[in-house]
């Protein structure tokens, strides 16, 4: 069946280090895909997303370009801050209503 | 603006007590989705709806049920409230198109006594 697979936490790293946080998908089909972030005590939004192969989505920083030939899309940020610190979520929403989401990756960003 | 919202944001309650939680969505969407929230699980898809009338079992609908009867509300109903529910519970909702994203409410943190 359908599925994401996000890399474990938790990751802790430096302000302006690279971040990368891997996602891979199991789809029958063609998936729409989608990243998270969930700050301490709120609920999930949406930081990118992307709706077909090789597109990327980016917002605040981070991008994620969609892979069809690996089943990948991961996290990318060039330089993260301390208010990066979140729950990242990695999602998949394939042709029907179902939203299938990784287990989450904890960020912590020391100054 | 479109939003939705849960309530409580916080409750306690005794094992054995039937509590509901609220969402209420403004987005007139007609899915909706109760995920649970658990250190080590990520969420879990608890029950969902597609419309009116329509609701469904997820992977860990023991224990909890919902009615849908109308588009902007799908309340969860714990019928007998037991300790491993304890839980961050989460709502969601999304319209039929397939690269559009669900939108979350703020969760609501309930503890079982």
């Known amino acids: 069946g359908d599925s994401v697979t996000q890399m474990e936490g938790p990751v802790t790293l430096s302000e302006e280090a690279f971040l990368t946080i891997n996602c891979t998908y199991t789809a029958t089909g063609y998936p729409s895909l989608f990243w998270y972030v969930q700050y301490p005590g709120e609920g999930l939004q949406l930081l990118l997303k992307?709706?077909?192969?090789?597109d990327k989505g980016s917002n605040k920083g981070f991008e994620a370009t969609y892979r069809k030939e690996t089943t990948s899309f991961h996290l990318e940020k060039g330089s993260v801050q301390v208010s990066d610190s979140a729950v990242y979520f990695c999602a998949l929403r394939m042709t029907g209503n179902q939203f299938y989401f990784g287990t989450g990756t904890s960020l912590t960003v020391i100054p | 603006d479109a939003e939705i919202t849960q309530s409580p944001r916080h409750k306690i309650t005794e094992t054995g007590r039937q509590v509901t939680l609220a969402c209420h969505q403004t987005w007139n969407h007609n899915n909706m989705f109760w995920y649970r929230q658990d250190l080590g699980h990520g969420l879990r898809l608890i029950h969902y709806?597609?419309?009116?009338?329509?609701?469904n079992k997820g992977e860990v609908s023991d224990g909890y049920s919902v009615s849908r009867s109308n588009t902007e509300d799908l309340p969860l109903t714990l019928e007998s409230a037991a300790s491993s529910q304890t839980s961050v519970y989460f709502c969601?909702?999304?319209?039929?198109?397939?690269?559009?994203?669900?939108?979350f409410g703020q969760g609501t943190r309930l503890t079982v006594v």
């Open positions: 969601a909702s999304s319209d039929g198109v397939r690269n559009t994203e669900a939108f």
């Open positions: 992307a709706t077909k192969a090789d």
């Open positions: 709806s597609y419309g009116v009338q329509d609701t």
